[in-house]
């Protein structure tokens, strides 16, 4: 695998132990209101990256069906969302919007099921990154080496924020500092591997990266409504996550169509 893939793929998971790294310096859990403006953030800039990153790409890559040039995007954007569904219904997790237990009872700690719920998002993420790159070691044109590299930037940026929701509660259910930071560095340890699994996957069915793209991204909707949304809508209305949520898709959309 080629050096800049690596560091590529790496970026994501840099962005998660930073985030994760606050615990050791943060006394108190992230008050409401900021939790929902970083999952507002998040969201904005992973349903940008789904479109422009993803979408867009694989829409490019199949222009020889002419009219028809959407059906790679949507045959594997369902089995993104049908993938994520069936992940949540198998996985032992905690919604992060109000702490309830999802999946099959598995009679795990608290501590552990919000580290699921994490991994959980981080898969997707990883998947798109790989896909990405995937993509542009095929050499089809549609995705260049500044655009995959956009998309690993845009996910690190929302990764920190992701990190410090996932070490600063755990700090808060008594997990203490370090073990708190482990389990953030953990959680984000799922991105590279899912990345670098997708890039060897798709490197041997080079004609399926449109559907792969539509895969990513179907797989990354359906976090953002499954979980941002609902945690960036929790309790009182407040428009400052709807801005929040702006803020990252515009973000996303700069980054990917500068770099692109």
Known sequence: ?????????????????????CVLFLKNPFHMGLRRLLAGFAAGVMVAAS????????????????????????????P?????????????????????????????????????????HNVPEGMAVGVVFA??????????MTGALALSIGIAIQNFPEGAIVSMPLM???????????YGI???AAE???AAMTILAADLVVPALPYLLGF?????????????????????????AVLSFAAGFTLMMALDTALG
């Open 192 to 194: 590279p591997l899912a």
């Open 135 to 144: 993509g542009w070691l095929s050499g089809e044109g549609a995705i260049s």
């Open 80 to 120: 993104g969302i049908l993938f994520l569904l069936f992940l949540d219904s198998k996985i032992p997790h905690l919604h992060l919007a109000d702490g309830t237990e999802e999946g099959p009872p598995a009679g795990l700690k608290r501590t552990t099921m919000l580290v699921l719920a994490v991994t959980l």
């Open 216 to 240: 990513a991204a179907g797989a990354m909707v359906y976090v953002v409504v499954e979980e941002l949304i609902p945690e960036m809508s929790a309790g009182k209305h407040s428009n400052w």
């Open 172 to 182: 808060a259910e008594g997990a203490g500092k370090r073990r708190s930071f482990l």
């Open 1 to 21: 695998m080629r050096p800049e893939v690596i560091q590529g793929i790496l970026l994501p998971f840099l962005g998660t132990l930073c985030g994760a790294s």
């Open 186 to 188: 953990l959680s984000g």
């Open 51 to 78: 479109v422009w990153s993803l979408l867009i790409p694989a829409l490019e890559q199949s222009e020889a069906l002419g009219s028809w040039s959407f059906l790679p995007a949507v045959s594997g954007f369902w």
